[in-house]
């Protein structure tokens, strides 16, 4: 299974993947991404960024991660452990195609994204993870994130939790 950094040719792609990934969360009643989020706009800068990275089954991509620099204001004030504020990397949309849960692609995911931001001088990785969503709760913790604590975003009824794992 390779990882490839994505590009503009695979934004339906990525956004039929999104799509798919929350219809299955909602009929888990976990209500993490809906219509409103991840949209193409957010999809599009990923992509225009190169921060994109996925598994693809031909021209299906059945698993997605980001990686970057870009935290959320909401993560202001937490007690992080890394201060290097500019070598801090971020994880955002982590995915997984339904029908191909449970190979051990998001852990591949993780790892790579865990490698992605040492390449980039990152020092540690930060992400937020819907608390109602205990399946992925639980793969940051096996890939040895810690708690941080917790944030809110508008129009979600739940909180998100904070982790963060040092590198190197």
């Known amino acids: 299974m390779e990882i490839v950094?994505?590009?503009?040719?695979?934004?339906?792609?990525?956004?039929?993947?999104?799509?798919?990934?929350?219809?299955?969360?909602?009929r888990q009643n976990i209500r993490q991404w809906d219509w409103l989020y991840p949209n193409g706009f957010v999809i599009r800068g990923d992509l225009r960024r190169g921060t994109a990275f996925g598994v693809r089954i031909g021209s299906r991509i059945i698993g997605a991660i980001v990686v970057d620099d870009r935290q959320s204001k909401r993560y202001e004030g937490l007690p992080w452990v890394d201060?290097?504020?500019?070598?801090?990397?971020?994880?955002?949309?982590?995915?997984?195609?339904?029908t191909c849960q449970g190979q051990g692609i998001g852990g591949k995911l993780l790892r790579f994204a865990e490698e992605q931001a040492?390449?980039?001088?990152?020092?540690?990785?930060?992400?937020?993870?819907?608390?109602?969503?205990?399946?992925?709760?639980?793969?940051?913790?096996?890939?040895?994130?810690?708690?941080?604590?917790?944030?809110?975003?508008?129009?979600?009824?739940?909180?998100?939790?904070?982790?963060?794992?040092?590198?190197?």
């Open 118 to 168: 040492l390449l980039s001088g990152g020092t540690s990785i930060r992400l937020d993870v819907y608390s109602g969503n205990s399946g992925a709760a639980k793969l940051y913790a096996r890939g040895g994130y810690r708690q941080v604590g917790q944030i809110r975003f508008p129009l979600r009824k739940e909180e998100y939790i904070c982790y963060e794992k040092l590198l190197g």
């Open 83 to 98: 201060h290097a504020v500019d070598r801090v990397r971020c994880i955002h949309r982590l995915a997984v195609d339904p």
């Open 5 to 26: 950094q994505l590009t503009g040719k695979d934004g339906n792609n990525l956004l039929a993947l999104y799509r798919a990934v929350a219809a299955d969360l909602k």
